[in-house]
């Protein structure tokens, strides 16, 4: 044995000395100046080529590309020819977001005198009147999540305005109340997700935000680990808000695909795991088909490789915890998992809450205290924040504390065996509907579906002539209804699949297939361009009409 | 007169430049070659290839956005800490202060009750009410007699609740993440927008966005400059921060790994020195800092002469307006001496005024705003590719509460410029008056001008957090400053009522009284442990306090009897 590996070292390093001396010969007429810079050129250049390789997932050839077009809008006639279709759709955008706004009347001013108390309501009154879809009557995918404007409800929220309008949990001396409150509405939820007597968390603003802090959480984790550039791996139905993140806090995405029925490939999140990887995430469900992902299995992987895994529930964070009570199957998506290490889940969505808040749990404090922020040495004294506020809305702590006792554990049941119930009736009819396909598994509350026959984005867009409101999906083509409350009866399902049966057999039967729709134009468009920065060019055009001042009449 | 030098004799010299600076290189290299002529090649190559690593090493350890001295500090007190023994000592103080957090956190809540669970079956309204009136019930320094410092800046008078309140039951659902279903919040937001622009003297060019609380509107702006900086190609951006900048900056900083250049305030005003400012601008610089007012001292910095240097060398420069957003754009800017710190001046690119402080909103709004949409356009997030559609947004959060944007729209209607006017006189009088009072009390030592809405001071001569504690024994609750130990007080609409100034000034003056009269008593509770973390050097300690802190208000309170009232 010994004899064998003292063979092993000899022919080793002889071989090594063989090469030293060939990499000798072939060097000796190499002028060593050359030598030199190119070593230290190459080197750089290497380092250069590995980090613009390690930024983004996306595949090598669409970078290029995009690098060519960008370089082409250098050109003057090609940015001329780009700002003639920016204004012209500039026009179109402004115009379809100020339409509701018939009077064209626009404050620009602080008023110099007080304006009187009538006058405020009155305008006010006026502006909520200018939305045109049937949010009650069922007609809105998302967005509203329980009846809008239920008086009792409503009046229970409107006393709870008036005392804690101005609260404060920055102060929790001065507003010990409303801290009192988060602290159990975290517990609640806690509890709801099989949270370990160690869980923990905050109340955040919204589910991009209780997202973007797991991320946030486990960069500064990996960050104190010593891992200088964080890797999460994350599903590509995931929600933008990891994205985001990633952006935000300088975090690498490895987007991983998903098998035909829209779930994750747990398969090809194991291959894509690095030393890197500070993070896994899994929805239940996801936001573009209502699927829900495998999170046993992610869960395995990530207790086998030592990862934090986060569960995204931010969409039916107050449906799935219910599913089994109320008659339905769900796999195990909680704490109960042991790799499972954090939760979002949206309070503000089926928790009924008013809107602006989300809640963001851990399994233990050790992943908490990475999200919280603190400055032992401001002047302005010791300064320690939960989440990335300050100042906090004490209000929206109390609203929902408010709404979760009121309703109680009965009514989400009850709620969710109504919202799940319609969502598999409509998921059942999609097949039977020609030329549709259903898109995912609609495990929970969202059905999306699309078509290989005619353009699904046409099917949106006449749905919406007839005041239906859906979100539109891409790669693949595709949309989605999201039930909420106020879909949750027979006469809103119904309704809904004789008018969409009524419109994909009147798109079929037209020559060009829907593909002339708008909706179709922009997405169509938006995916032929391999710059990506002009689809964000009209995305800014988008969110600056928002707050645009309206033209004068039409 | 310099001789007008013609086109031709430019070339000239361009070309004599290049061809000399060609031969000194090949000189060099001539030289370099000669050197190294004699060095294996191989040896060679390994060496630089491993020279080149060394330096990638270097560089990156000087990225890391510490300082080498803290690095070995850390580092140093690391080591300490890992000695059982010492860890056991630290550990067994950490715990003592947690008791103490945990006491002061809950000493308030005598409720008995703790919601752990969701109830079966849902609560009743005015159950629901009942427990949220005793939860109320729970606060005890009284804001609205003006006996805290800041926190809450409007007088909640039972007329504007009432506006609020019928606003509120309108908006409660809306979100401005859809602007076609809530076409009428989109276009409160717009208005708040331009009314701030306009309060600010931007021009039609002039934009932003509204977030939710003045940290927000700070890492907002501070994520548009880095984004800009990121775009013209610096990988390492820094900020240029007087010391006095808010710890939102910190925050903005750490989350979106940027690195700050700290500029010390100057001792006899507490502002920052312009000329520091100019010494720190590097190519790395994507944004400089000035507050008005900052809120440790409540001092004005000198955004004029900043914004000149800003301008020359191309740096966007925010104005932190948070605090002064509301008060300055009313006052006679003669008559109260205020100079300019808004978009009139050329340099300033963007900045951030809170609604929900002085604009008297209830709390949760506050607004970003840019010279123009090319700053802007940086601060919007957009992902193109998403399966859930094209997804854009303008700010952090996705979904926005628009309730906040509707009652932001709505306070700003109810009061108009005639009431900000009255009421920016009465604070900033207030303050004067104060100020004036505390200058009279020999053994109390103001820090900066204190002449805007914040009065701040110290002592040379008393022990300040024995102060700062007997104050709260009486009911004030004044805001704890550090290096140097220090006190402010926030002035809001509740100190300009009747009386409060002169009860505040007395108590001031018997507190200070009775300290010199006993001066060896010691100070207790909260005031006593920022004296002590001020002298522990190993600062991670300090933040396992904070962070102890931080999970106290959201523990159990100790003496839980009931999970529901009765």
Redesign the interface.
Known sequence: MAGKLALYKDTVVSNFWDL?DY??GK??R????V??VA??GG??FL?KLRRLLRRSDRPIHKRLMGYVFSWLRCIPQVQRKIDQELSKTRKEVVD??HK??TERV??????????N?E???Q?????????T?G?NEGR?SG??Y?A??AE?H????????????????L??????????????V???VA??YSGPPDA???LT?????SI?LAC?AYRNRAQARGI?EPLMIIP??A???F??AA????IRVKHIPVDKDSRVDVNAMKRAITRDTCMLVGSAPN??TGTVDNILAISELGRKYKIPVHVDCCLGGFLVPFMMDAGFNVPVFDFQLPGVTSISCDT?KYGYA???SSVILYRS?EY??HQ???????????????T?????????I??T??T?????????IERTKKIVGAAQKLAAAIPKIPGLILHGKADVSVVAFRSEQFNIYAVSDKLNKLGW?L?????PDAIHFCLTYNQARDEVINAFIKDLENVCKEIAASPKKGNDSSTAA??GL?AQIPD?TL??DV??V???A????PEKGH | MIPRIDHYLKMEIAKNFLLLSGETLQIF?HL??KQ??D????H??VA??FL??LI?LFG?FRDARKSITTVVKDKFFKVVRSIPYVQKKIDEEIEKIRVDLSH??HA??NSGV????????????E???E???L???????K?LEGR?SG??F?D?SE?E????????????????L??????????????V???CC??MNGGEEA???MS?????SI?LAC?AHRNRAYKRGVTKPEIILP??A???F??AA????MHVVEIPVEKKDHKVDPRKIKKSINKNTAMIVGSTPN???GSMDDIETISEIAYKYDVPLHVDACLGGFILPFLNASEYEIPKFDFRLRGVCSMSADT?KYGLT???SSVVLYKS?EYL?NQ???????????????T?????????I??C??T?????????EQKARAVVDTTRKIRDGIKNIPELKLQGASDICIVSFTSDKIDIHRFQDMMNRREW?L?????PSGVHLMVTLNHTKEGVVDEFLSDCREVVKNIVDNPSKKAEGAAAL?GM?QKIPD?SI??E???A???T?????PFVKKTRLE
């Not at chain 1, 190499?30 to 100046?33: G, I, L, M, R, S």
């Not at chain 1, 409503?154 to 949990?169: D, G, I, M, T």
């Not at chain 1, 102060?171 to 159990?184: I, L, N, T």
């Not at chain 2, 859809?178 to 208005?191: D, Q, S, Y």
Request: charged share 20%; net charge neutral.
């Open positions: 030293w990499l000798n060097l000796t190499v002028n060593p100046v030598l030199v070593s230290v080197t750089y380092i379809s977001i509701y706004d626009f404050i620009k001013e602080l008023p110099y005198d007080a304006t108390t006058k405020i309501l305008t006010a009154k006026k502006y909520e009147q200018m939305g879809f949010v809105v967005a509203v329980t809008y404007q009792d409503l009046e229970l929220l409107a006393e709870v305005f008036k005392s804690y309008a101005y609260s404060n949990p102060h929790p001396d001065v507003f010990p109340g409303c801290r009192k409150m988060e602290a159990e975290i517990r609640i509890n709801l923990c968390g905050t603003t919204g589910g991009t935000e973007m946030l200088e590509v139905t929600h933008a808000a994205d985001k952006g935000l806090f300088n936001f573009p503000h008013p809107k602006g404090p908490l205290h919280y922020f603190s400055i032992t040495e401001w002047p302005g004294g010791i300064y320690a924040t939960p990335l506020s300050g100042s906090r809305s004490g209000l929206t109390a609203l504390w408010a979760l006792l009121h309703f109680g554990r009965n009514e989400y409101n979100n539109t999906l891409q790669y922009i997405y938006a990506k689809v964000e995305t800014h988008f969110l600056d928002c707050y645009a001042m | 290299a370099v070659e190294l002529q060095i294996e090649k191989s060679l190559l630089t290839l080149t690593f990638t990156r002061s956190i308030s809540d703790f919601c752990s669970k969701l109830p079966e079956m849902g609560m009743k309204t159950q629901v009410v427990m949220a009136d939860y109320t019930k729970m606060e005890s320094p804001y805290v926190a809450v409007s909640e007329e609740m009432k506006v609020y309140t019928e606003v509120f039951k309108r908006f409660a659902w809306s979100n401005p859809w602007p076609k279903l809530f076409p009428g919040v989109r276009k409160m937001e717009a208005e927008i331009r009314m306009d309060l934009c932003g966005t939710t609380g003045g940290s927000m890492i994520l010391s006095s808010h710890a939102a910190y925050k750490e989350l979106f790994c809120f440790p001292y929900h209830p709390k949760g949409k356009h919007y997030f957009c992902h193109t590719d998403w399966q859930g559609g094209i997804y854009a947004s303008p952090l959060e996705g979904s926005r509460a628009g309730v906040n509707a009652l729209w709505a700003m209607l109810y009061h108009g410029k005639s009431s900000y609750q805001s704890a400053l550090q290096f920022y973390a600062r300090v933040r306090f904070a962070n802190y931080l999970d208000c959201y523990s159990e309170p």
